[in-house]
């Protein structure tokens, strides 16, 4: 995908305030989404622009998702957060 495809698929996220699987705290942080974007597009292109969409994708192939991605899903399910 073309570094414009990329940077809107960020921007949609950001604007849509995230999924939950970008984040913790409504948007995800920088680490999260870049962890994640690669395989958004690599597995889950035909939802983009829809952060629910991709995020429910990126679910459903948890098994075929990048280490850092698989992470940021992880810890999502799991509750962790920094500060608690």
Do not use: H
């Not at 409504?26 to 958004?40: F, H, K, L, M, V």
Request: proline share 5%.
């Amino acid at each position: 995908m073309t570094k414009l495809m990329q940077a809107l698929f960020v921007a949609a996220v950001v604007a849509f305030g995230g999924a939950a699987a970008f984040a913790q705290e409504n948007r995800g942080t920088p680490e999260q989404r870049a962890a994640c974007t690669p395989d958004a597009f690599r597995l889950c292109s035909a939802y983009i622009p829809d952060p629910s969409g991709v995020e429910a994708c990126l679910r459903l192939r948890k098994s075929d998702l990048s280490g850092g991605c698989k992470a940021v899903f992880e810890q999502a399910s799991t509750g962790s957060s920094k500060g608690r």
